[in-house]
Nanobody
Framework: QVQLVESGGGLVQAGGSLRLSCTLS????????MGWFRQAPGKERGFVTT????????YYADSVKGRFTISRDNTKSTMYLQMDSLKPEDTAVYYC????????????????WGRGTQVTVST
């Protein structure tokens, strides 16, 4: 059973910063990518950022470019999201997502989600 442990959410004033982390506690995958999605009240879950754990390539939603930075520590199977210059519209539950190759011979991938961590940005 895949376990994703998220931490770092909280309440911050607009303009402030928060750092989220997501650790893949088990199992281990040789080829996978991790990312963050978020869901605000009354809205659908949407893409924030993703990073390849193998190659380090990262992609961001336009709404967070220049403010959020994703990084990884492969030795800890952990992904980080540094969020700076936070805005009230960043308020949402942030979900960690992993897309992992579970069967390399057939190139089969699967997706797993964390339980989410609340980020609230006040005015």
């Amino acid at each position: 059973q895949v376990q994703l442990v998220e931490s770092g959410g909280g309440l911050v004033q607009a303009g402030g910063s928060l750092r989220l982390s997501c650790t893949l506690s088990r199992p281990t995958f040789s080829n996978y990518a991790m990312g963050w999605f978020r869901q605000a009240p009354g809205k659908e879950r949407g893409f924030v950022t993703t990073i390849s754990m193998s190659f380090g390539s990262a992609y961001y939603a336009d709404s967070v470019k220049g403010r959020f930075t994703i990084s990884r520590d492969n030795t800890k199977s952990t992904m980080y999201l540094q969020m700076d210059s936070l805005k009230p519209e960043d308020t949402a539950v942030y979900y960690c997502k992993i897309r992992a190759q579970i069967l390399a011979s057939l190139n089969i991938w699967n997706v797993y989600w964390g339980r989410g961590t609340q980020v609230t940005v006040s005015t």
